[in-house]
């Protein structure tokens, strides 16, 4: 059985493969307005992450948001997203950058701007998909897609796209998750595999609230749930949640540790899920000014365990710590090392 400890108690090797993920950048709310496009704060975080020498970066979804009436021209748009996709790159040596989409991707321009597209970027820079699984409609959207990035498996999930200028309400389409299921089966389940998905499951730790969970609509959380505890060493990564508590101690807090029949336990038996932190909680105002808070997670795979590091980008929060504990889950790795 895996087991959880601290990173003190175990010889400091170097990890063959880490993986910095964020979530909820939030670009515009007016900040396309800016030179450049981008907020300061995550810039800096791009650069903090550029000094850690990653091997692949994941950006989880609502890159965009266009709620708050300013809107986006095509013109400003593509400001936007190359100034985000160019500083994501910049900060990874490989250029390696893996995007999935929320909620809120397409609300600015919907299909007339592809907002929600970043199919480009990521085989420009990671080459063709080894699998994927594509929706029609209005524009080409790939519901899923499957890499291997030095000998790790990464299976991304995305929101489908449901025309106009919005995407779906927390779910995944049921042909997502059946290709999920049959990508899963075929790496084998003694395998381990990064998962990247938008939306948490309801019963994730430190919920803002179950309501922003994966929704019942096409039965999406249970199948979620049912799914990945056929697969035990599957880690599933998201963002979204970021209205819930800030990552303040340990990074366990938000991470969640299931059982073989998909039930929260208290140790690592089964699938994990991990918070990827956030650039934009709801505590700090959606302006061009920096947040007092920026949290990113970082996975390092080295031979014996898999380290999961929540990271501060700006001041702590208020009664939090800079430094955050990291915690491993024991694991024999071996077989992907070169």
Known sequence: MNKVEKTSKIDKDKPFFVLSAVADLHIDYGVQDFDPPIRPGTLKTFEDVKALNVNAMAILGDVVSNNTGHGCTAESFDAVRR????????????????????????????????????????????????????????????????????????????TPYEGGDKHSDYYYYPESMEWL??????????????????????????????????????????????????YPNSIYLYGHDHGGPKIKNNVTERMTFYDSDGKVCGEVSGFITAFAGSVAYFDGALEKDDYYCIQSLLVSFYRDRIEFKMLNHKEPAIGGVKDVATFNVMRDLSQYVK
């Open 83 to 158: 100034t985000v996709v160019e500083s994501a790159k910049a900060a990874v040596s490989s250029g390696r950058v893996l995007y999935v989409d929320g909620n809120h991707d397409f609300g600015p321009g919907g299909a007339a701007f592809n907002s929600g597209n970043y199919n480009d970027v990521m085989k420009e820079s990671c080459g063709e998909f080894i699998d994927s699984i594509y929706q029609q409609k209005e524009t080409e959207h790939v519901l899923g897609y499957h890499y291997i990035i030095d000998g790790v498996d990464i299976i991304g999930i995305n």
């Open 181 to 230: 299921d049959r990508m899963l089966e075929k790496i084998g389940a003694d395998k381990t595999v990064i998962v990247l998905g938008h939306y948490p499951l309801r019963d994730s730790n430190n919920m803002y609230s179950p309501v922003k969970g994966a929704s019942d609509t096409y039965d999406t959380d249970r199948r979620m749930h049912s799914i990945l505890a056929k």
